[in-house]
């Protein structure tokens, strides 16, 4: 077969010459191979030849692999327009179903694969189109940037030059292709002749470093996450001899942060390049100089060679040297494309507004100062403030709209309508009723020309903290206890208030009761953390007491004596740590599950045998195990979709049902025993009789449980029918023990079941350190129901309890990756994911629907135990 004459169809766009030309200098590394750029022009020659010569819309899935690459040139030398997209079966699907890519090449059962949709093309694509590339780098957007060969080759050539990139380098991919960023380094280096090191490891890997310093590397280039766990993984003190700089983009880097990697290069030898850009620039617009990094650490510097920056006016903008930054520059993109027919436009762009906010120093560099955009992202939504203010203004609010970094600011003018504010805003918005705070003003800050002054309010909206949410309660301050001054006591408006917003009712009157009101141990946690800063120390029965009492029977604030902490929040945290701590090796202290059961039980006795009807105690009831089993099994889901040594039986939480019992697949044995266990009990109650015993005999009834459970474990009753569910029966003993404690009234029943406990406990294990965590724990559980304590104690106990389920789900998957290089650090790591899960499951729950009354399946303060 002849040789295709790329000359035929335009020179090579990319580099406006033959790859072949740098010969036997290495151009690509893999952990197993180098390539030589005669070897690479070969592969690329015939990528091409298989697409053809006539021109076709190929979509490439851009993965950190030489078939990609080989496939990503190959169709750009053959002149093909190429639509680059993450190796992701919902982004694909998206972009093929929106652009019906004639080809689609992706990586395909372990080998790369080209699926010819059709013969030749169903497209009319401009002459000039090259690359098409996410806007915003989401899965499958269909709004795509498009891209000439000029604007690939320009911007290549200009990054090449102020980078000062050499024959020699070699850089390694820390940044996926189909990322504007990524595909940069690829192309920068490609003009120079420079090599790439391939590989999709994350610079947190140990094997990264291992290759980086075989292949001899030069750069690194990161966004700002990547320099954080540069920071965590001990770059400053690596061997890395070759380094010659690194590139930073991709947001905002923090300017202390800058400079601490600068100096760093300093004493170490290397340059930091930090820069700016955008897709729609095909990625360079600036760079800071590395010698203006230490004088100037929050500049974007000066426009990359061969393009500018000037800043456009914009109106009413406080101050005459901020505008909109402006680029224009070869590199500026065609213009966007949002449908098939948009393929064909010429350029339709000629300069481009960055939407930044930007103002020139002194010495000449441009630095960003915030963004001309109103659309803001909180809690992951992105939420157009004009929007919010104008659907406020038509219900009869004046409003101003900010977001910081944790909520959404309301500012109204203090005659305005605020109380329900929060849930209205919330409301349009899909947000959680927390996450919606509102300021109030005496007048809202306005300009000149009497417009409201946006930056003056964010201003007053980070200065005010969490604390000015009207009729909210007291925030937990962040860096240490409340101001020692003494506040009035707490009035039946703030009660109400902090009620609603945990447990999300509308119906708070001042005769509701935290366990009338649906109050569970999902809720408790921050419910009693929260009181004890409003109220002080709470009585050991406050969760049944009517607002009312709550409210007269708090003492002056001033009258008040140290901070207590719940003993049922203690004993979930420390439980918690106890667990993941000895699984990571950290320490070896065992028993915190099983006293984590015994917990359980307690919790059961509180808050699901109170008085209410018995229909109410099962939906009660069955809404807090779904509420352990649901989240459980969807998370299950998705670690066997990754995770191979887990299965179906663990997704359905049936592996102590059906086994098998042993390995990895054992490692969630609690929630399955927890769940299986209070679906027993929820069927028993189910059985009217039962249900009617319990309530006649609350001491009882548990205690008889306990006794059948005891005679289990001493083997007076055969497990045999029960060998499929032995953990389960065997354990029993634990939550009848803490259900029955829950429900003492006088000080012998309290004694009897401690020497019940004593006697049962010990020698059951054979480890006396592990019977002696469950023994004081259980004693504290059914002795003490307050614990004395701190702020910043209660505080963490509070986080750590309220996540404990999420914790103990996902630390099997985190402390793996990080146990070889520090047991602290997967420790801590595991217990932050946990935290982080937690908040976006108690997130998720606000946003599903909800039954009449209550505004969302959950609290967000979620717990292992019901």
Not at 633 to 656: C, K, M, P
Request: aromatic share 8%; with cysteine; hydrophobic share 45%.
């Amino acid at each position: 077969m002849p040789p295709l004459d790329l000359t035929a169809v335009r020179p090579h766009p990319l580099l406006g010459r033959d790859l072949a030309s740098f010969g036997d200098r290495t151009a690509l590394i893999t952990a197993d191979e180098e390539i030589t750029y005669a070897d690479l022009a070969e592969r690329v020659e015939r990528a091409a030849r298989r697409l053809g010569a006539g021109r076709r819309l190929v979509l490439i899935a851009g993965t950190n692999s030489v078939d990609a690459v080989v496939g990503y040139l190959g169709a750009l030398a053959a002149g093909h327009a190429v639509v680059l997209t993450p190796d992701d079966d919902t982004a694909i699907a998206s972009l093929t179903s929106a652009y019906d890519p004639d080809v689609v090449c992706r990586p395909q059962q372990g080998q790369w694969r080209c699926t010819e949709r059709r013969d030749g093309s169903a497209h009319d694509l401009h002459p000039d189109l090259a690359l098409l590339l996410s806007t915003s780098g989401s899965t499958g957007s269909p709004k795509l940037v498009r891209l000439s060969y000029d604007n690939l080759r320009a911007n290549a050539e200009s990054i090449a030059g102020y980078l000062g990139i050499r024959p020699t380098d070699r850089a390694a991919t820390t940044l996926p292709l189909h990322y504007c960023y990524g595909l940069s380094v690829l192309h920068s280096h490609l003009v120079r002749g420079a090599g790439l090191i391939l590989t999709g490891l994350s610079v947190a890997d140990t094997c990264f470093w291992e290759l980086f310093r075989r292949a001899r590397g030069t750069s690194l280039a990161g966004v700002p996450y990547t320099f954080s766990l540069l920071e965590r993984v001990g770059f400053a003190d690596m061997d890395l001899p070759g380094l010659r700089y690194l590139t930073q983009a991709g947001g905002r880097m923090a300017p202390e942060q800058v400079r601490r990697f600068a100096q760093l290069g300093r004493r170490r030898g290397f340059d930091l390049f930090v820069m700016y850009g955008q897709t729609e620039a095909t990625a360079r617009m600036a760079y800071l100089p590395p010698d203006k990094a230490l004088t100037s650490p929050a500049a974007i510097g000066v426009a990359v060679p061969g393009g500018a920056l000037r800043l456009a006016p914009v109106d009413d903008l406080p101050g005459a040297d901020v505008g909109e930054l402006v680029y224009t520059g070869p590199n500026v993109m065609l213009g966007y494309a949002e449908t098939p027919a948009d393929l064909g436009l010429g350029r339709t762009v000629q300069e481009l507004h960055t939407g930044d906010l930007a103002r020139r120093t002194a010495d000449g560099l441009f630095e960003i100062v915030g963004r001309r955009s109103r659309f803001a992202k909180v809690f992951g939504l992105r939420i157009d403030l004009q929007r919010v203010e104008a659907g406020l203004e038509a219900d009869g609010v004046r409003a101003c709209c900010v977001a910081t970094d944790e909520a959404l600011v309301v500012a109204v003018e203090e005659a305005g309508r605020v109380r329900q504010l929060p849930r209205l805003v919330a409301t349009h918005c899909g947000l959680p009723t927390r996450a919606v705070r509102v300021l109030r003003l005496p007048a809202l800050p306005r300009l000149a020309s009497g417009k409201v002054d946006v930056p003056a309010v964010a201003t007053l909206a980070t200065a005010s903290g969490p604390a000015a949410r009207p009729g909210a309660t007291p925030p937990v301050h962040p860096t240490g206890p409340a101001p020692a001054t003494a506040a009035p006591p707490a009035d039946g408006a703030q009660l109400r208030e902090l009620f609603a917003e945990i447990l999300d009712r509308r119906d708070i009157t001042d005769d509701s009761s935290f366990v009338g009101l649906g109050g569970d141990s999902l809720s408790y946690v921050e419910m009693s953390v929260r009181l004890e800063q409003l109220l002080g120390p709470l009585p050991a029965d406050w969760h049944t007491m009517p607002i009312r009492r709550l409210r007269d029977g708090t003492p002056p604030a001033a009258a008040r004596r140290g901070r207590t902490l719940d003993t049922v929040v203690a004993l979930r945290a420390a439980a918690i740590v106890l667990i993941v701590g000895s699984h990571i090796e950290l320490f070896t202290v065992r028993g915190g599950a099983h006293l984590l059961l015994a917990v359980a039980g307690f919790n059961f006795a509180r808050f699901h045998l109170t008085d209410v009807p018995r229909r109410r105690r099962l939906r009660h009831l069955g809404a807090s195990v779904a509420r352990i089993a649901v989240p459980s099994s969807l998370f299950l889901a998705l670690v066997t979709l990754i995770d191979h040594r887990y299965g179906w039986q663990n997704v359905l939480l049936l592996n102590e049902a059906l086994g098998p019992r042993t390995g990895p697949q054992r490692n969630y044995w609690f929630v399955e025993t927890l769940v299986y266990t209070l679906l027993a009990v929820l069927a028993a109650l189910a059985v009217p009789v039962a249900d009617r015993w319990e309530r006649r005999g609350p001491f009882a009834v548990p205690l008889a449980l306990l006794a059948a459970g005891l005679a289990v474990r001493y083997g007076l009753l055969p497990l045999s029918p029960w060998d499929n569910l032995a953990t389960p029966v065997l354990l029993f003993w634990f939550f009848a023990l803490g259900w029955a404690a829950g429900k003492t009234t006088a000080w012998w029943q309290r004694l009897l079941l401690t020497a019940v406990a004593v006697v049962a406990v010990v020698g059951y294990f054979g480890n006396p350190l592990r019977e002696a965590v469950i023994l004081t724990g259980f004693v504290l559980l059914t002795w003490l129901p307050r614990l004395p304590s701190v702020d910043a104690l209660n505080r963490v106990a509070a986080l750590l309890a309220g996540s404990s389920l999420y914790i103990y789900l996902i630390h099997w998957q985190v402390y793996p990756l990080l146990q070889p290089h520090s047991r602290l650090l997967a420790m801590v790591a595991s217990l932050a994911a946990g935290v982080l899960f937690g908040t976006l499951v108690g997130w998720t729950a606000r946003c599903l629907p909800h039954p009449r009354g209550r505004l969302t399946a959950s609290p967000a303060a979620t717990a292992l135990v019901t």
